[in-house]
């Protein structure tokens, strides 16, 4: 079966196409993957291809996003990196979808009601769920009836406990659906899995600290398969510093800055999404790798944003492990996390006294490894994140369960 992945964002569209059967046990390489920067220059799109051994990258004078698929999804079936005789050719589609709010706690197959589920959820997630809708309609214009499948990233997090899922204000809150959703759910789920497979364990028997850090961090409780606890809430500001983002901050400041200030809600949102985190405290910008070359150059603002990241990521880990009530395996993943053996060092040297003892030679590897001694209690895992590959699976699976 072939199965089209879009993860659709505001400034990027990402995709792939797999080839998968039922047996698929290991991650295969896609047969080609694509994907669009909108940030290249005002009025344009880059578009960059890659299949049948060929790759391409272009700049296109487009400014539609519909526009822009269909020239991404074109080079499927012409030019050098053909993979496909048609389009028809596409079993099914599947997207990343960020929230699905209380509604979806599973992969669905699209219809207008997830369509009109995922338009009512765009004030909880003003930067993603129209981007991913978009997304949706767009190749519903180009693929026609191909079935298409919404994966959420807040499902895994949807079975979560309702102590860890409730915030303490008001009852009315409860009602309102003010609670905490959790994001980066498809990663959580993938690499709790991988790392169970890695183990020779069964995921239901493991208690597990996953830790997706990129440039938006979160943490994630799996215990028994299942998310029991995470750092993001009610939106993905929450929780961990980040790279531009804030994490959890004293609501008392939001006010005093309204108060004393005369902060707007959009001014306070411009704030703690795009100008707080390592960005806003080293003043460098948001990616680790920067903040880290100008600390060992002697920077003392970036010193402080590294030393604040690592402070809150160890805090934010205690947390999941007091709620897990165990720990046998850490996980890192994503952009810092699967990059950076000094984030790795630093994170892990709180919990030595839980016989976690990472290996004295720490350095990235091509494979996912296991950068623990070997006489460590705890394991601790570097996996690449699967993500896309995540999304085909639960799209192939949902398929097969309902005989198409």
């Keep these: 079966m072939k199965i089209f992945v879009l993860n659709a964002g505001s400034s990027s569209h990402k995709s792939c196409l797999f080839d998968l059967d039922k047996d698929n046990s290991e991650v295969p390489n896609p047969l080609w993957r694509a994907a669009l920067d909108w940030t290249h220059q005002q009025g344009q799109v880059e578009l960059s291809a890659s299949g049948a051994g060929e790759s391409i990258q272009q700049v296109l004078p487009i400014t539609d996003k519909a526009e822009g698929l269909e020239a991404m999804v074109n080079t499927l079936v012409d030019g050098p990196t053909q993979v496909l005789d048609s389009l028809s050719d596409i079993d099914a589609v599947g997207h990343r979808v960020v929230h699905g709010g209380r509604d979806y706690i599973d992969s669905v197959p699209i219809d207008e009601a997830v369509k009109a589920a995922i338009q009512r959820l765009i004030p909880l997630a003003p930067a993603h769920n129209p981007a991913n809708l978009q997304g949706i309609e767009a190749l519903e214009g180009i693929l026609g009836d191909v079935p298409q499948v919404a994966v959420f990233d807040t499902a895994f997090h949807a079975r979560m406990p ?45 208690k597990i600290l996953t830790c997706h850090l990129g440039n938006g961090c979160s943490l994630a409780a799996v215990k028994d398969g299942l998310s029991i606890d995470t750092t993001m809430g009610f939106t993905p500001l929450d929780g961990l510093m980040m790279g531009s983002r804030s994490g959890s901050v004293d609501p008392g400041i939001l006010i005093y800055l309204m108060r004393q200030e005369g902060y707007t809600a959009d001014q306070l949102d411009q704030l703690l999404n795009k100008e707080s985190g390592l960005k806003g405290l080293s003043g460098i910008g948001n990616d680790l790798r920067s903040v880290v070359e100008a600390m060992e150059g002697g920077n003392a603002q970036a010193q402080l944003a590294f030393d604040t990241f690592i402070h809150r990521l160890r805090r934010k880990m205690g947390g999941m492990i007091a709620s897990l009530g165990g720990l046998d395996a850490v996980v890192f993943t994503a952009g810092i996390g699967e990059n950076s053996p000094l984030v790795w060092q630093q994170a892990c040297e709180g919990f030595e006294f839980l016989g976690l003892r990472l290996k004295a030679d720490l350095s990235r590897a091509e494979e996912d490894q296991d950068i623990a001694r070997e006489e460590s209690r705890v394991r601790s895992l570097v996996i690449h994140t699967q993500e896309e590959w995540a999304i085909a699976q639960a799209c192939l699976a949902l398929l097969n369960d309902r005989g198409c």
Aim: net charge negative; hydrophobic share 40%.
């Design 162 to 206: 309702e102590a860890a899922a409730t915030y303490p204000g008001p009852h009315a809150w409860v009602e309102q659906g003010i609670r905490r959703y959790g994001f980066h759910g498809i990663s959580h789920q993938y690499v709790a899995q991988r790392a169970a497979d890695m183990m020779g364990r069964d995921l239901a028997d493991l």
